[in-house]
């Protein structure tokens, strides 16, 4: 009864659903021949419509950015954010992109551990080197916390997902159960069609929350989730099952099968929330896009000069011709230029000359150690952990599938920044390991054995600072004797420095990168000229004011973890069962014996004990994973 109610209701609005007609119904008579999809503007289909202007407002932008193609753009700092503009400039036509870089080659210095990218997925797409960093992550399906004696204090990650807590809340699932399989993707098609009309979503539970950009939408909405909740009642459709994964980076991605195990949530054609990457090898892969779309210009305009310059240090900064930037390099080399963007990181040379006054940068009161090691554990394969103690953290996640340097750890702890700043110098390096080893020597393995195999060279203390995330300078006005600045942006570290407690560096820095460029050459209607002249220093404003609203939160809470983690707080079991795991499920996984020592069979312990207890179904820790990836 139910399920006939739904398919009629399917026919009276296939105009909206043609999809939900895609597997036979139960009737006894042929299913009706499909009618075709109600065009959009003239006959045109609804979804082909909304393509074609997307890609108009997209030309549209790039049109927009045609005053930037002859004037030059100096980007201080060949960076994860300076490379990050310098493709999106290049991507745009900009024929003069010059990329300043004080070392002398890419690989003369550590570029840093490892990185979890989860934001700043948008970005790689935009540049075009998402599926390449997708190649060499290294995936965690779970991710735990211990004591520093191994007891368990709780845990989360894909692996202990089923296939009803990967599917969006209140969605019933056997709603897709009448077109499984390949027509997955066709669902999300036409949600982005119905919800979002020429924004595309990533969800279904995005699309349920987007704001409808054409009549009838929110009706058909509402119908449909209706129907739905009859059909979950019908027998017909209650043996069938098809998992939706939410997936805020990778919508175009094969959906989870029906049939994947919870420990099979990282499978094959799977999606996940974020990519593990070196930082190094990122840094490389945006050198090299960049690069290529040089040589690429080049090639068609022998006139272009975009490049990377090494060994270039800027000295001095002032008032150029047409209202520009002088740039200082040295004692007789300058460089001229419509805009100068700094990304020379936390100690920025430009942020310095720009604001000689301003005061120095806040300690945190945390010195975090940072290694490289390869260990036989079952703790160092693809999972996260952390082992606390109420003053001490250790962190530690996939790396590469090097040998040897299988693993990145983060040990972090309270020090005075006097002590902190003479631990970080490279030149004691035994007295950074001898703290360490006087901190968590006797802690549960691999922990103890993944210090004693870091060689010296991949051993690093960095003292941690951040800035309140507030503009550097006032941008002058037109007369002003230092109008000049109206033409300089900083982006990444060198606008604001954050702790590495959230995972969100890096992440903001590629956005900061892809962001500036989109506001220069964006055009609302009561521009003629946008992107030049005076153009560009209200088009820095925009952008500066959208920066830190967007990183204001990211400072602060990454700030406030220098305090939570490091408090005898984390041991609490209230502060798990904020995470995720309750108090009941975590006693029953002690009394049972597991622990940080329990070996490869963890998962498969924890799994069947949250079965025991009924706790599967419901998805408790899918919500925490987005959360889970900036530890």
């Known amino acids: ?12 609005r296939q105009q909206h659903f043609p999809f939900l007609l895609m597997s036979s119904p139960p009737r006894s008579e042929p299913a009706a021949a499909p009618a075709p999809p109600r065009a959009g503007k003239g006959s045109l289909p609804k979804h082909e419509y909304l393509r074609q202007k997307r890609e108009q407002r997209e030309r549209q932008a790039q049109a927009a950015g045609v005053c930037l193609r002859d004037q030059r753009v100096v980007i201080v700092g060949a960076g994860l954010s300076g490379l990050a503009a310098a493709i999106m400039l290049v991507q745009h036509g900009c024929r003069h992109v010059l990329v300043l870089e004080r070392d002398e080659a890419l690989s003369q210095r550590r570029q840093g551990y490892g990185l979890t990218i989860l934001q700043g997925c948008s970005a790689l797409r935009r540049l075009g080197v998402l599926e390449t960093i997708r190649q060499i992550d290294t995936p965690s399906r779970a991710h735990y916390q211990f004591r520093s004696d191994g007891v368990i204090l709780g845990f989360f990650g894909t692996h202990f997902w089923t296939p009803a807590a990967l599917a969006p809340p209140h969605v019933p699932l056997t709603v897709f159960g009448l077109c499984a399989g ?44 209706a129907a739905g909740a009859a059909v979950a009642t019908s027998p017909a459709t209650q043996s069938k099952d098809v998992s939706i994964s939410k997936d805020t980076q990778h919508p175009e991605t094969t959906p989870h099968p029906p049939h994947a195990a919870p420990g099979e949530a990282e499978g094959e054609g799977c999606r996940k929330y974020n990519l593990h990457t070196p930082r190094e090898r990122l840094r490389t892969v945006l050198h090299d896009r960049f690069v290529e779309l040089v040589t690429a210009q080049r090639l068609l305009d022998p006139t272009a000069t975009s490049g990377i310059h090494w060994g270039v240090r800027v000295s001095s900064l002032g008032p150029g011709p047409d209202g520009g930037v002088r740039v200082g390099l040295g004692e007789s080399r300058v460089e001229d230029a419509a805009l100068v963007v700094g990304c020379d990181g936390i100690n920025s040379v430009v942020r310095r000359l720009c604001c000689p006054g301003e005061r120095s940068l806040r300690y945190l009161g945390i010195l975090v150690v940072l290694g490289i090691t390869g260990c036989e554990h079952a703790l160092a394969g693809p999972r996260v952990f952390q082992t606390v103690d109420g003053t001490t953290r250790l962190f530690a996640m996939p790396f590469s599938t090097s040998p040897g340097a299988t693993t990145m750890w983060q040990l972090s702890f309270p020090l005075d920044e006097a002590t902190a700043r003479h631990l970080a110098d490279p030149s004691h390096v035994d007295a950074l390991r001898a703290e360490v080893s006087h901190r968590c020597g006797t802690w549960h393995e691999p922990i103890p054995t993944m210090i004693r195999n870091t060689p010296d060279q991949l051993l690093m203390g960095i003292a941690a600072f951040d800035r309140d995330p507030l503009p550097a300078f006032p941008r002058g006005g037109p007369d002003s004797s230092t109008a000049w600045q109206a033409r300089v942006a900083l982006l990444g570290d060198a606008a604001h420095p954050m702790s590495p407690f959230k995972g969100q560096g890096a992440n903001q820095a590629l956005l900061d990168g892809v962001e500036l460029v989109d506001t220069l050459l964006s055009r609302s209607n009561d521009e003629h000229v946008p992107g030049s002249g005076p153009d560009i220093a209200a088009k820095l404003s925009l952008f500066e004011a959208a920066m830190f ?36 499920l975590l006693a029953r996984l002690r009394a049972a014996g597991v622990t940080a020592d329990t070996g490869e069979q963890i998962e498969e312990l924890i799994c069947q004990h949250m079965r025991e207890m009924g706790l599967q179904e419901g998805g408790t820790w899918r919500d925490h994973q987005e959360e889970s990836v900036a530890m």
């Open 1 to 12: 009864k139910h399920t006939g109610a739904f398919l009629n209701l399917a026919r009276n």
């Open 182 to 225: 390949d027509a997955a993707p066709t669902i999300k098609r036409h949600l982005n069609t119905l919800y979002a009309g020429l924004k595309p979503v990533s969800s279904i539970r995005a699309a349920r929350r987007s704001k409808p950009s054409h009549k009838g939408a929110a009706r058909a909405g509402a119908e449909v989730r």
């Open 549 to 584: 609203a967007r990183v204001r939160s990211k400072v602060l809470q990454s700030r406030e973890r220098v305090t939570s983690f490091h408090t005898t707080a984390i041991l609490d079991s209230e502060f798990q069962a904020m995470r995720g795991a309750t108090s009941a």
